[in-house]
């Protein structure tokens, strides 16, 4: 008997960070103790991998065990240690041989019969093991296809204990291997059902703004009484989004794996999420965290779309949460054993009723005073208005209305056609920067590299000199015009874009 090691890995966030896992079987009281800083869900994990091996049919050592896991200063949770764990101490017993070991990665939880289940966070551990080169990993057999989304990386998917045992004992080739191709067409992920942008009608201001926030990746504040189309407008703006670009894909899909709620059918997350929270949800919910911490909705949103439906109803202090992922792309959350950041770069759409009772005004059924409606709208508060880039009023359209605007509406495949071109400008002028977007484009890049003619700039000096418009919303209108500018194909913005985008961010377009 001796010492074998083994790895594993253990998830810092959606960060992968590699554990060296050492079994010893030597004299002394037949026990087993598990160090390295380990959580209750890895402590029980004694008793778990005992009974796993004693009912595969392999001895359990009559001797005293130590499982040590490396970094000893690193926090590990979860389950998915159990299989690197069990394999270690059959290698220290002789079981199976313990130099071939030393080069595998294993990942899973063991069943107490010996099966071998799925895990939460696969992906983004198998991405922190990648970046030492060319891997082996084991997995359970259900986490195989997303273990294989990771470039240059040896899948052996695993049913049991049993199986994996065999196979270490007599080598060659693991049991159905899965090496990562890049498809062609990644496979889209059905989170939603099917719908179009042709089914809005009467709202023509509505899909422009949807067309404007889609192209330069900007937040939309719908504002308007109930039944005008507010939720249909949100629900079709991912309709008008281009597919996730390879690096974005890994990134959503990391994130929604971590949280164990990626689609098993789908493991390649392929378009833009689209996340709903109910109005009752806590700002752990929404911003990330528990006992265990999880990405958190604005995580969940990443590369995609957060919609929050009567924005009025949510929790001020919420809403005011939002407020520094919509500033920074991410989310910290701190606890007393350390903080874990998420990314959060989402475009983040509100919508709302004028007043609490939501009746209509002009046939005098609405009774909420003046003052009613400003505390109503004012859960909103300014600075979580000052971030959003356009602010749209949704009215109620008459028959007349809505039989003449059906000649104009157009399908989403024709406006996320436009919106794709448009995003190849900005992508063709950005090319030089780690920016992909208008909305991403920081500040001083603003107002250096990126800043419009002074000509341009006329419609926005009176709101700066008045005090009407803050530093925050010129940036905003700033960047609105650079997306009307690549909507219209315009080499920069002019004055007619700036002035269109200071009435968006007003709200009086």
Not at 93 to 100: F, N, Q
Not at 241 to 260: C, F
Not at 359 to 365: I, S
Request: glycine share 8%; proline share 9%; hydrophobic share 45%.
């Amino acid at each position: 008997m001796t010492v074998a090691s083994t790895r594993s890995v253990a998830l810092v966030g959606v960060t992968g960070r590699c554990v060296e896992v050492e079994a010893d079987v030597g004299a002394g009281l037949a026990a087993i103790s598990l160090i390295g800083l380990p959580d209750t869900a890895l402590s029980e994990a004694r008793e778990r991998v005992r009974s796993a091996m004693v009912n595969s049919r392999y001895g359990w050592p009559d001797a005293r065990i130590t499982v040590s896991l490396f970094p000893a200063s690193l926090p590990k949770r979860g389950s998915q240690f159990d299989l690197a764990i069990a394999v270690a101490i059959l290698g220290a017993a002789g079981t199976v041989p313990a130099e071939r070991l030393s080069a595998l990665y294993f990942l899973g939880e063991l069943g107490l019969d010996g099966r071998l289940r799925p895990v939460r966070g696969v992906l983004p551990s198998v991405l922190g093991a990648a970046k030492d080169g060319e891997i082996t990993v084991v997995v359970p057999a259900a986490n195989a296809a997303e273990a294989a989304l990771v470039p240059g990386v040896r899948v052996v998917p695993v049913r049991d204990l049993r199986q994996l045992v065999e196979w270490l004992r007599v080598g060659g080739e693991p049991p159905e291997p899965l090496v990562h191709e890049t498809p062609e067409q990644p496979e889209v992920s059905p989170l939603r059902p099917m719908v179009d942008l042709a089914d809005v009608v009467g709202q023509p201001l509505g899909r422009r703004a949807l067309e404007v926030c889609a192209a330069g990746g900007h937040n939309l504040w719908l504002i308007g009484p109930p039944g005008t189309g507010k939720t249909l407008l949100a629900e079709r703006l991912p309709t008008l989004l281009p597919d996730l670009e390879q690096d974005h894909a890994l990134e959503v899909t990391a994130i929604h794996s971590v949280a164990g709620v990626l689609p098993p059918d789908s493991p390649m997350m392929s378009r833009p999420p689209f996340v709903s929270p109910h109005h009752t949800a806590t700002a752990a919910a929404i911003v990330g965290g528990g006992t265990v911490v999880r990405p958190g909705a604005v995580s969940l949103a990443h590369r995609g779309v957060l919609f929050l439906d009567e924005a009025p109803e949510f929790q001020r202090p919420v809403l005011d949460s939002l407020r520094q992922p919509l500033e920074s792309g991410i989310v910290t959350v701190s606890r007393a054993a350390g903080s874990v950041t998420f990314p959060a770069r989402f475009m983040l759409v509100l919508a709302a009723n004028p007043c609490p009772c939501a009746r209509p005004t002009d046939k005098e059924a609405c009774q909420c005073t003046s003052v009613v409606k400003r505390r109503y709208i004012g859960k909103l508060s300014g600075p979580l208005l000052d971030r959003i880039d356009m602010k749209v009023t949704v009215a109620r359209s008459s028959r007349r209305e809505l039989m003449a605007d059906r000649r104009f509406v157009e399908s989403s495949k024709t406006v996320a056609a436009r919106v794709l071109a448009a995003r190849q400008r900005a992508a063709r002028r950005l090319a030089h920067t780690p920016w992909r977007t208008n909305a991403e484009v920081p500040p001083p890049a603003l107002h250096a590299e990126f800043r419009p003619s002074a000509e341009a700039m006329k419609p926005v000096s009176t709101g700066l000199d008045t005090g009407t418009l803050s530093a925050r919303g010129l940036d905003r209108i700033v960047r609105v015009a650079w997306t009307l500018a690549d909507l219209a194909d315009k080499p920069r913005p002019d004055q007619d874009d700036t002035s269109t985008a200071l009435a968006l961010w007003l709200g009086v377009g």
